[in-house]
């Protein structure tokens, strides 16, 4: 069974670009959207409204930075804090160019940090390369099923 790919992110242009941009990668990965840092806290530790989802961690995790409720770093923080959990690659994905959240995200221990493009193609192009990144190409621990690209 395929990993799927958490997207956390509260703007919905974003999230559509994002989603699109997922879906010309031709992954087969299922995309699971949360829309603020709790719901993905609840997804990721399995609590609330998914305290039944099946077992397992997400391939990766895509974070928005500047979230309602829960930000990216506290996300992020609780995620590196976890024995299960840490391991799971997280990109930080966010409009903040704030040298600030960079050094701060990569002192916590995020994989990656990626500034959202303004042009819609440059948008399209980085999240592609992201999703077939670190779903396909990056090598996960042992134990770990790694994705498929649909033809």
Partial sequence: ????????????????LTLVALAKSNLANEVVV?????????????RGPYENREHG???VILLDLKMPKVDGLQVL?????????RSVPVVML?????????????????NAYVVKPVAFREFISAIQDLG?????L???PVGSVKPVIKK
């Fill in 57 to 59: 961690h997400p391939a």
């Fill in 94 to 110: 966010t409009s903040s160019r704030e040298e600030p959240d960079l050094r701060k995200s990569y002192d916590m221990g995020v």
């Fill in 1 to 16: 069974m395929l990993k799927p790919i958490l997207l956390a992110e509260d703007n919905p242009k974003d999230l559509e």
């Fill in 138 to 140: 990056n090598e996960p």
């Fill in 34 to 46: 949360v829309r603020d840092g709790e719901e993905a806290l609840d997804y990721l530790f399995r």
């Fill in 77 to 85: 923080e609780q995620v590196r804090a976890d024995k299960e959990l």
């Fill in 132 to 136: 077939v990144f670190w779903a396909v």
